[in-house]
Protein backbone atom coordinates (compact mmCIF):
# COMPACT_ATOMS: atom_id res chain seq x y z
CA UNK A 1 0.00 0.00 0.00
CA UNK A 2 1.62 3.39 -1.16
CA UNK A 3 2.01 5.66 2.00
CA UNK A 4 1.67 9.61 1.16
CA UNK A 5 3.13 12.04 2.87
CA UNK A 6 1.39 15.48 2.44
CA UNK A 7 3.76 18.66 2.87
CA UNK A 8 2.20 22.29 3.49
CA UNK A 9 3.73 24.44 0.82
CA UNK A 10 2.04 28.06 1.62
CA UNK A 11 5.36 29.16 1.63
CA UNK A 12 5.80 28.56 -1.91
CA UNK A 13 2.49 30.94 -3.16
CA UNK A 14 2.28 33.54 -0.32
CA UNK A 15 6.51 33.36 1.42
CA UNK A 16 6.38 35.16 4.74
CA UNK A 17 9.80 35.27 4.86
CA UNK A 18 12.40 34.74 2.20
CA UNK A 19 14.66 31.68 3.91
CA UNK A 20 11.63 29.93 5.49
CA UNK A 21 10.22 29.86 1.98
CA UNK A 22 13.49 28.32 0.68
CA UNK A 23 13.58 26.08 3.34
CA UNK A 24 9.91 24.54 2.45
CA UNK A 25 11.01 24.46 -1.24
CA UNK A 26 14.38 22.85 -0.64
CA UNK A 27 12.78 20.62 2.30
CA UNK A 28 10.12 19.12 -0.01
CA UNK A 29 12.58 18.51 -3.12
CA UNK A 30 14.00 16.53 -0.60
CA UNK A 31 11.18 14.56 1.20
CA UNK A 32 10.40 13.53 -2.42
CA UNK A 33 14.70 12.56 -3.70
CA UNK A 34 14.36 10.35 -0.43
CA UNK A 35 11.18 9.09 -0.30
CA UNK A 36 11.19 5.40 1.12
CA UNK A 37 10.00 2.70 -0.89
CA UNK A 38 6.14 2.64 -1.16
CA UNK A 39 5.96 6.12 -0.26
CA UNK A 40 4.95 9.28 -2.35
CA UNK A 41 5.23 13.19 -1.57
CA UNK A 42 1.83 15.14 -1.83
CA UNK A 43 2.12 19.10 -1.72
CA UNK A 44 -1.03 20.59 0.32
CA UNK A 45 -1.21 24.31 -1.66
CA UNK A 46 -3.56 26.93 0.67
CA UNK A 47 -6.59 26.49 -1.11
CA UNK A 48 -7.05 22.45 0.61
CA UNK A 49 -5.88 20.55 -2.92
CA UNK A 50 -3.45 18.22 -3.53
CA UNK A 51 -0.66 19.07 -6.01
CA UNK A 52 2.02 16.51 -7.74
CA UNK A 53 5.78 16.94 -7.96
CA UNK A 54 4.92 19.80 -10.71
CA UNK A 55 3.91 21.74 -8.06
CA UNK A 56 7.24 22.33 -6.51
CA UNK A 57 8.72 24.35 -9.45
CA UNK A 58 9.58 27.98 -9.24
CA UNK A 59 7.17 28.82 -11.63
CA UNK A 60 4.21 27.88 -9.61
CA UNK A 61 1.67 31.00 -9.32
CA UNK A 62 -1.64 30.25 -8.08
CA UNK A 63 -3.74 33.08 -6.77
CA UNK A 64 -5.00 32.14 -3.86
CA UNK A 65 -5.29 33.66 -0.17
CA UNK A 66 -3.13 32.46 2.15
CA UNK A 67 -4.99 34.40 5.04
CA UNK A 68 -8.75 32.72 4.82
CA UNK A 69 -6.83 29.71 5.12
CA UNK A 70 -4.47 30.77 8.05
CA UNK A 71 -7.70 32.24 9.65
CA UNK A 72 -9.56 28.65 8.94
CA UNK A 73 -6.78 26.69 10.18
CA UNK A 74 -6.16 29.02 13.58
CA UNK A 75 -9.44 27.99 14.44
CA UNK A 76 -9.72 24.48 13.96
CA UNK A 77 -11.48 24.63 10.39
CA UNK A 78 -9.11 21.79 8.15
CA UNK A 79 -10.66 23.57 4.77
CA UNK A 80 -10.85 20.40 2.63
CA UNK A 81 -7.70 19.07 4.16
CA UNK A 82 -8.37 14.70 5.19
CA UNK A 83 -6.02 12.83 7.14
CA UNK A 84 -2.96 11.14 6.27
CA UNK A 85 0.52 12.36 7.22
CA UNK A 86 0.96 16.04 7.37
CA UNK A 87 4.10 17.74 7.41
CA UNK A 88 4.34 21.66 7.72
CA UNK A 89 7.79 23.75 7.29
CA UNK A 90 6.23 26.04 9.50
CA UNK A 91 3.08 26.31 12.03
CA UNK A 92 0.80 26.46 9.04
CA UNK A 93 -1.15 23.38 9.59
CA UNK A 94 -4.79 21.91 10.25
CA UNK A 95 -3.98 21.55 13.85
CA UNK A 96 -7.55 19.73 14.46
CA UNK A 97 -8.10 16.30 16.56
CA UNK A 98 -7.51 13.53 14.85
CA UNK A 99 -7.26 9.84 15.55
CA UNK A 100 -3.06 8.60 15.24
CA UNK A 101 -3.57 5.62 16.96
CA UNK A 102 -6.41 4.20 15.11
CA UNK A 103 -6.56 5.69 11.87
CA UNK A 104 -2.85 6.57 11.10
CA UNK A 105 -3.28 10.18 10.94
CA UNK A 106 -0.47 12.32 11.72
CA UNK A 107 0.39 16.38 11.35
CA UNK A 108 3.54 17.67 12.57
CA UNK A 109 5.19 21.59 12.50
CA UNK A 110 7.77 23.37 12.63
CA UNK A 111 9.13 26.58 14.32
CA UNK A 112 12.20 27.91 13.23
CA UNK A 113 12.46 31.43 15.27
CA UNK A 114 10.84 32.35 18.33
CA UNK A 115 11.08 36.00 18.00
CA UNK A 116 7.34 36.16 19.04
CA UNK A 117 8.62 34.97 22.05
CA UNK A 118 11.57 36.33 22.91
CA UNK A 119 11.32 39.55 21.09
CA UNK A 120 7.41 40.56 20.37
CA UNK A 121 8.13 44.13 19.65
CA UNK A 122 9.92 43.34 16.79
CA UNK A 123 7.67 41.55 14.97
CA UNK A 124 4.30 42.52 13.75
CA UNK A 125 1.10 42.59 16.18
CA UNK A 126 -0.98 40.37 13.76
CA UNK A 127 1.84 38.21 13.12
CA UNK A 128 3.05 37.57 16.73
CA UNK A 129 -0.80 37.04 17.69
CA UNK A 130 -0.82 34.38 14.93
CA UNK A 131 2.22 32.31 15.65
CA UNK A 132 0.83 32.35 19.35
CA UNK A 133 -2.50 30.95 18.55
CA UNK A 134 -0.79 28.28 16.48
CA UNK A 135 1.24 27.20 18.64
CA UNK A 136 -1.23 26.87 21.36
CA UNK A 137 -3.18 25.03 18.94
CA UNK A 138 0.33 22.81 17.83
CA UNK A 139 -0.06 22.24 21.71
CA UNK A 140 -3.35 20.67 21.55
CA UNK A 141 -3.06 18.65 18.19
CA UNK A 142 0.60 18.49 16.80
CA UNK A 143 1.53 14.96 16.94
CA UNK A 144 5.50 16.59 17.16
CA UNK A 145 7.15 20.27 17.03
CA UNK A 146 9.63 20.33 15.04
CA UNK A 147 12.45 22.80 15.96
CA UNK A 148 16.27 23.25 14.25
CA UNK A 149 18.29 23.33 17.30
CA UNK A 150 18.41 21.67 20.81
CA UNK A 151 19.00 25.28 22.17
CA UNK A 152 15.42 26.54 20.86
CA UNK A 153 13.81 23.39 21.97
CA UNK A 154 14.54 24.18 25.75
CA UNK A 155 13.80 27.45 24.90
CA UNK A 156 10.83 27.01 23.55
CA UNK A 157 9.77 24.63 26.59
CA UNK A 158 9.96 27.80 28.97
CA UNK A 159 6.51 28.29 26.72
CA UNK A 160 4.65 25.74 25.92
CA UNK A 161 4.21 22.28 28.08
CA UNK A 162 5.15 20.03 24.71
CA UNK A 163 7.09 17.22 26.37
CA UNK A 164 8.95 14.58 24.35
CA UNK A 165 7.01 16.08 21.08
CA UNK A 166 9.15 18.53 20.52
CA UNK A 167 11.97 16.81 18.35
CA UNK A 168 14.99 18.84 16.44
CA UNK A 169 15.53 18.73 12.85
CA UNK A 170 18.65 21.11 11.81
CA UNK A 171 18.26 23.36 8.41
CA UNK A 172 20.51 23.41 5.88
CA UNK A 173 22.87 25.03 3.77
CA UNK A 174 21.41 24.92 0.00
CA UNK A 175 22.76 22.32 -2.08
CA UNK A 176 25.75 23.64 -4.34
CA UNK A 177 25.73 26.86 -2.71
CA UNK A 178 29.28 28.11 -3.60
CA UNK A 179 30.68 31.79 -4.98
CA UNK A 180 29.48 32.20 -8.97
CA UNK A 181 32.11 32.92 -11.60
CA UNK A 182 30.83 35.65 -12.10
CA UNK A 183 31.36 36.94 -8.53
CA UNK A 184 33.30 39.96 -9.21
CA UNK A 185 31.16 41.66 -11.58
CA UNK A 186 28.16 40.79 -9.29
CA UNK A 187 29.97 42.59 -6.40
CA UNK A 188 30.86 46.07 -8.50
CA UNK A 189 27.13 45.71 -9.27
CA UNK A 190 26.24 45.99 -5.90
CA UNK A 191 28.90 49.26 -5.69
CA UNK A 192 30.84 47.07 -3.13
CA UNK A 193 34.90 48.10 -2.64
CA UNK A 194 37.29 45.12 -3.30
CA UNK A 195 37.92 44.46 0.86
CA UNK A 196 35.20 44.75 3.29
CA UNK A 197 34.32 42.37 6.20
CA UNK A 198 30.31 41.20 6.27
CA UNK A 199 27.23 40.71 8.06
CA UNK A 200 23.64 40.23 8.15
CA UNK A 201 20.43 41.76 9.59
CA UNK A 202 18.70 45.35 10.36
CA UNK A 203 18.58 47.42 13.11
CA UNK A 204 16.26 45.73 15.59
CA UNK A 205 17.98 44.88 18.98
CA UNK A 206 18.04 41.40 18.55
CA UNK A 207 19.97 41.67 15.11
CA UNK A 208 22.93 42.85 17.29
CA UNK A 209 24.01 44.72 14.74
CA UNK A 210 25.87 47.36 16.66
CA UNK A 211 28.33 45.08 18.13
CA UNK A 212 29.08 44.09 14.30
CA UNK A 213 29.21 47.67 13.50
CA UNK A 214 31.83 48.21 16.63
CA UNK A 215 33.97 45.17 15.57
CA UNK A 216 34.36 46.31 11.95
CA UNK A 217 35.15 50.13 13.36
CA UNK A 218 38.40 48.39 14.91
CA UNK A 219 39.81 47.54 11.45
CA UNK A 220 40.50 49.36 8.36
CA UNK A 221 38.48 47.35 6.51
CA UNK A 222 34.77 48.91 5.22
CA UNK A 223 31.34 46.86 5.84
CA UNK A 224 28.45 44.96 4.21
CA UNK A 225 25.29 44.64 5.77
CA UNK A 226 23.24 42.48 3.84
CA UNK A 227 19.21 41.76 4.16
CA UNK A 228 18.47 45.25 5.73
CA UNK A 229 14.58 46.39 5.76
CA UNK A 230 13.69 48.07 3.24
CA UNK A 231 13.83 51.57 4.60
CA UNK A 232 16.42 51.01 7.29
CA UNK A 233 19.87 51.72 5.72
CA UNK A 234 19.28 55.41 7.16
CA UNK A 235 18.98 53.56 10.78
CA UNK A 236 21.80 51.46 9.81
CA UNK A 237 23.82 53.93 8.98
CA UNK A 238 23.25 55.74 12.63
CA UNK A 239 24.16 52.76 13.91
CA UNK A 240 27.17 52.73 12.38
CA UNK A 241 27.93 56.15 13.06
CA UNK A 242 27.36 56.25 16.94
CA UNK A 243 30.26 52.66 16.55
CA UNK A 244 32.46 54.95 15.06
CA UNK A 245 32.26 53.88 11.68
CA UNK A 246 31.90 56.41 9.04
CA UNK A 247 29.37 55.94 6.76
CA UNK A 248 31.94 55.83 3.80
CA UNK A 249 32.32 52.44 5.02
CA UNK A 250 29.02 51.14 5.49
CA UNK A 251 27.37 49.10 2.74
CA UNK A 252 23.91 48.54 3.41
CA UNK A 253 21.94 45.89 1.08
CA UNK A 254 18.60 44.29 1.20
CA UNK A 255 17.80 40.87 0.50
CA UNK A 256 19.92 39.55 -2.02
CA UNK A 257 19.36 36.48 -4.16
CA UNK A 258 21.79 33.27 -3.97
CA UNK A 259 24.35 34.09 -6.75
CA UNK A 260 24.47 37.66 -5.43
CA UNK A 261 24.11 36.53 -1.51
CA UNK A 262 26.84 34.07 -2.31
CA UNK A 263 29.11 36.47 -3.93
CA UNK A 264 29.33 38.70 -1.44
CA UNK A 265 29.55 36.66 1.72
CA UNK A 266 32.41 34.13 -0.18
CA UNK A 267 34.32 37.47 -0.93
CA UNK A 268 34.43 38.97 2.38
CA UNK A 269 37.65 38.74 4.59
CA UNK A 270 35.73 37.62 7.70
CA UNK A 271 31.82 37.27 8.35
CA UNK A 272 30.04 37.96 11.44
CA UNK A 273 27.59 36.63 13.17
CA UNK A 274 26.62 39.37 15.75
CA UNK A 275 22.77 37.95 16.73
CA UNK A 276 22.07 35.69 19.91
CA UNK A 277 18.60 35.14 19.20
CA UNK A 278 16.75 32.13 19.36
CA UNK A 279 16.88 30.85 15.36
CA UNK A 280 18.38 28.94 12.62
CA UNK A 281 21.44 30.87 11.55
CA UNK A 282 21.06 30.96 7.94
CA UNK A 283 23.85 33.61 7.30
CA UNK A 284 26.06 31.80 9.60
CA UNK A 285 25.61 28.45 8.02
CA UNK A 286 26.41 29.59 4.57
CA UNK A 287 29.54 31.78 5.42
CA UNK A 288 30.80 28.34 6.92
CA UNK A 289 29.86 26.67 3.70
CA UNK A 290 31.63 29.19 1.38
CA UNK A 291 34.98 29.23 3.43
CA UNK A 292 34.71 32.53 4.89
CA UNK A 293 36.11 32.79 8.74
CA UNK A 294 32.78 33.39 11.07
CA UNK A 295 33.29 35.59 14.30
CA UNK A 296 30.20 34.75 16.29
CA UNK A 297 28.52 36.07 19.05
CA UNK A 298 28.55 33.40 21.74
CA UNK A 299 25.22 31.85 22.02
CA UNK A 300 23.23 28.53 22.41
CA UNK A 301 22.74 28.40 19.19
CA UNK A 302 25.80 29.08 17.77
CA UNK A 303 27.32 26.92 20.08
CA UNK A 304 25.42 24.14 19.06
CA UNK A 305 25.34 25.30 15.01
CA UNK A 306 28.68 25.92 14.64
CA UNK A 307 30.48 24.51 16.88
CA UNK A 308 34.38 24.47 15.77
CA UNK A 309 33.52 25.98 12.54
CA UNK A 310 33.69 29.48 14.02
CA UNK A 311 34.85 31.76 16.62
CA UNK A 312 32.87 32.40 19.44
CA UNK A 313 33.12 35.43 21.34
CA UNK A 314 30.89 37.60 23.64
CA UNK A 315 29.40 40.49 21.93
CA UNK A 316 31.93 43.06 23.81
CA UNK A 317 34.59 40.80 22.70
CA UNK A 318 34.06 40.89 18.79
CA UNK A 319 36.20 43.67 17.84
CA UNK A 320 39.20 42.25 18.92
CA UNK A 321 38.17 38.84 17.91
CA UNK A 322 38.06 40.56 14.17
CA UNK A 323 40.98 41.66 14.07
CA UNK A 324 43.23 38.92 15.13
CA UNK A 325 40.96 36.63 12.40
CA UNK A 326 41.78 39.32 9.61
CA UNK A 327 45.38 39.95 10.41
CA UNK A 328 45.66 35.96 10.19
CA UNK A 329 44.12 35.26 7.49
CA UNK A 330 41.33 32.63 9.40
CA UNK A 331 43.09 30.26 7.02
CA UNK A 332 42.00 27.37 10.20
CA UNK A 333 38.68 29.07 10.34
CA UNK A 334 37.94 28.38 6.73
CA UNK A 335 38.94 25.08 6.75
CA UNK A 336 36.53 23.97 9.66
CA UNK A 337 33.67 26.20 8.60
CA UNK A 338 33.95 24.48 5.75
CA UNK A 339 34.10 20.86 7.18
CA UNK A 340 31.14 22.01 9.54
CA UNK A 341 28.96 23.06 6.94
CA UNK A 342 29.00 19.84 5.14
CA UNK A 343 26.47 18.21 8.19
CA UNK A 344 23.67 20.64 7.66
CA UNK A 345 22.22 19.25 3.89
CA UNK A 346 18.29 19.08 3.12
CA UNK A 347 18.73 15.43 1.71
CA UNK A 348 19.72 14.76 5.12
CA UNK A 349 17.23 17.19 6.96
CA UNK A 350 14.87 15.18 4.82
CA UNK A 351 15.60 11.42 6.25
CA UNK A 352 14.90 12.62 9.36
CA UNK A 353 11.56 13.46 8.48
CA UNK A 354 10.76 10.12 7.21
CA UNK A 355 12.47 8.89 10.45
CA UNK A 356 9.98 11.18 12.33
CA UNK A 357 6.76 10.01 10.85
CA UNK A 358 7.72 6.69 11.25
CA UNK A 359 8.77 6.92 15.03
CA UNK A 360 4.96 8.12 15.08
Not at 329 to 352: C, I, Q
Request: aromatic share 4%; proline share 6%.
Amino acid sequence: MSVSLRVVLDQLVSPTGDDVATASRELAAALVATAPLGCRVEGILPAGEDIGLAGLSHEHRLRLNRMQLAAAWRFGVASGVGGGLIHSPTLMAPLVRHDRVNEGDQTVVTVWDLAPWETPSEVSRAEADWQRAMLRRAMKHADAIVVPTHAIAERLAEWADLGERIRVIPGAVLDGFAVPTDADARRRDLRLPVEYVATAGGPAESDGLAAALRAAAATTLDIVVIGVPEGAEPTVVDLAAAAGLPERRVHARGWLDRGDRAAVIGGARAFLAPSPRSAWPWRATEAMALGTPLVAVDSPVHREVIYDGGLFVPADQMPEALRTVVDSGGRRLSVLGRDRARAFTWMGSAEKVWQLHADL
